[in-house]
């Protein structure tokens, strides 16, 4: 089987939600790839990730019932991605789940052998895309800087660094996605 859990995080401001959506539009039709919907603890909006909205509660039943395969908290949302999101492994498909650096560990314990992405820009890109979005002071924003540098990035992580164009990462991603040597057939 040619399945393949891709794992792919990144700090804020680094572009990741920008680079996976070129990444969708780009891949050659066919491939075997699923994205992985989260479940996730705040509204859709028009211009944002496509989810299952939930409330808190109902995300903690659901957790408890055992039906995520991933869960984690992060900035004051809890995120999840079912089981049901990860079946297209067993048709040997790769799965894509938009996963946190925090959860990392606890994601490699339970899915061994999971391809880890980590998509990032240099301090000054951050800085610059953060202060732009202005959902942060500058005190949280230095923060978060901080925590995307301390980030230990796995040895055989594939780093994109997003600091350029979108087309540029994307091409990078793409490229090294293929590079693999399990990448599927159309």
Request: a positive charge; zero cysteines; proline letters at 4%.
């Amino acid at each position: 089987m040619n399945q393949r859990l891709i794992y792919v995080m990144g700090p804020s401001g680094a572009g990741k939600d920008s680079v996976l959506g070129w990444l969708r539009e780009h891949l050659p039709a066919g491939l075997p790839v699923h994205w992985a919907q989260r479940t996730i603890t705040r509204p859709v909006t028009a211009k944002g990730e496509v989810h299952e909205e939930i409330d808190n509660a109902n995300f903690v039943d659901l957790q408890n019932q055992g039906q995520f395969a991933l869960t984690w908290q992060a900035n004051g949302l809890h995120y999840g991605v079912r089981h049901t999101e990860l079946k297209a492994l067993q048709q040997g498909h790769w799965v894509l789940v938009n996963g946190s650096r925090g959860h990392l560990h606890h994601a490699q314990q339970s899915h061994p052998g999971l391809q880890v992405v980590h998509i990032t820009a240099d301090s000054a890109t951050l800085m610059q895309r953060l202060t732009a979005r202005q959902r942060e002071t500058p005190d949280q924003i230095r923060q978060r800087i901080e925590r995307a540098n301390a980030f230990a990035v796995p040895h055989a992580a594939i780093q994109i660094f997003n600091n350029g164009t979108l087309d540029e990462a994307g091409h990078k991603l793409l490229l090294a996605l293929k590079k693999l040597e399990d990448w599927p057939a159309k």
